[in-house]
């Protein structure tokens, strides 16, 4: 055989190999799976309490068809990924899943045929789910709701990247390691709230950058990058959510936070993207001592960086009360936006936010300001009585160069001290229009 061939066959003979031990190990197992499930009413209601906490159906429902019954493609750097049917129909669900596999599933990324969940699942955040959790889960979804027989579409991920077994590799390489499963959620306060945030809440999925492997790079406070701000998600920049000045967390009190979890609004600040969808689905439901816990753990976590304090200055008022548009951006922001946010920056408290120091204002990447401008956005749908009040988009009303210079205006204004918007990044994000009807 000659080098030529050798440089062929040698690869081939080592994936072979690696192939053949994903085969071969066994999947771990916990000390969870030996127990007994006995699915009372009371284990089924607080399952579905946790299925609520932990966002469930956002990705395995969609619009129009029942709960959990599969969810719509989820884009990734490989392909769709397609959340499946989670309902305890024997046929298309997970109604065969014994508590020994749902428990491997939820908390390992590992299948009932032993290969492994691509980790959309956010499967490296749920090993921190306690065993009487876990159990409750799988009392809900196998006792809690109805059976839905419909089957999911299929990941459309090419071929080999549809391969399982480099998946498994990448959970062996990069996957946090599980450590000591508690029996039950911790009583302290602020431990309850890191129970929350770091697993079932998965926080970090979203808020936490991730390495060139896709794993994120911590998955709790011991490393200053968790929930230090992460990735564009559908356009959406996640913030961080720890104690910075000016972009993060570090002006925000308790009661704030817990308020914007459960209405997605406060006085002073909103959420839009993904985020309202968290808290339409998700956190508006949690109790009061839970979302008190987890305001408490984000508030003890220190500065990823160092920012300085930001004030609030009169300087752009007293322009605007002057007539001096010569800023740029100052027109098209007093044209479009100053009705709700008003020329002093200060909007009205709870209907239209303040943009005056404003942390999501003052992100470092300004893709989310970018997307709510030319998508627009509502209030997240909640328990509390409405109304629920909304921002147009202005995609069709204004061009790349006219949103940058509003948003570099509103990062520079009323004591803002942010970098300019480039036109070219507006340009990135802008959807185009649908054709115009006769």
């Not at 159990?135 to 549809?162: E, R, T």
């Not at 940058?404 to 009323?414: E, G, H, K, Q, Y």
Request: hydrophobic share 40%.
């Amino acid at each position: 055989m000659g080098w030529k061939e050798i440089a062929i066959a040698l690869p081939l003979t080592l994936i072979v190999i690696a192939w053949g031990i994903t085969l071969v190990i066994p999947p771990p197992q916990t000390a969870a799976v030996k127990q007994s499930i006995s699915a009372t009413p009371e284990l089924i209601q607080r399952g579905a309490y946790l299925a609520r906490v932990g966002d469930c159906v956002a990705c395995h429902s969609q619009p129009g068809k029942p709960p959990f019954s599969g969810g719509a493609p989820i884009p990734s750097p490989i392909g769709g990924m397609v959340p499946p049917n989670i309902t305890p129909d024997k046929q298309f669900g997970i109604g065969t899943l014994s508590y020994a596999d749902f428990d491997n599933a939820v908390r390992q990324g590992i299948r009932k045929d032993g290969t492994t969940l691509y980790p959309a699942m956010p499967w490296p955040s749920y090993r921190r789910i306690s065993h009487h959790d876990m159990q409750a889960l799988y009392a809900y979804f196998i006792h809690g709701i109805d059976a839905v027989p419909c089957a999911s579409a299929k990941n459309s991920i090419p071929w080999p990247l549809s391969l399982r077994w480099p998946v498994t590799w990448w959970r062996w390489l990069f996957a946090p390691k599980m450590g000591p499963v508690p029996q039950n959620a911790p009583e302290d306060p602020v431990k309850l709230g890191a129970y929350y945030v770091e697993g079932l809440g998965h926080c970090g999925a979203c808020h936490t950058p991730r390495a060139a492997t896709l794993q994120e790079v911590a998955y709790d406070d011991s490393d200053r990058h968790y929930l230090s701000g992460a990735q564009v998600i559908d356009g959406y920049a996640a913030p961080s959510l720890r104690a910075e000045l000016r972009s993060g967390l570090g002006n925000w009190q308790r009661d704030e936070l817990v308020e914007l979890l459960k209405t997605g609004v406060t006085d002073n600040a909103a959420t839009f993207g993904p985020m309202s969808d968290v808290v339409s689905h998700s956190t508006q439901y949690m109790t009061q001592p839970d979302l008190q816990a987890m305001a408490d753990y984000l508030r003890s976590l220190s500065p990823a960086v160092q920012q300085p304090q930001l004030f609030y200055s009169t300087r752009t008022f007293t322009a605007f009360s002057r007539g001096d548009l010569s800023k740029a951006g100052a027109e098209v922001y007093l044209k479009n936006c100053s009705g709700c946010h008003l020329t002093n920056g200060l909007g009205y408290r709870k209907k239209f936010p303040a943009l005056a120091v404003n942390s999501a204002v003052n992100s470092a990447d300004p893709a989310g300001l970018i997307s709510i401008v030319l998508n627009g956005a509502t209030q997240p749908a909640s328990a509390s009585p409405g109304p629920y009040y909304s921002m147009p988009g202005f995609a069709g009303r204004l061009n790349d160069r006219q949103i940058a210079d509003v948003l570099s205006f509103i990062r520079s204004s009323w004591g803002n001290q942010s970098a300019a918007v480039p036109e070219t990044a507006v340009s990135v994000l802008r959807k185009p229009l649908p054709a115009a009807q006769p």
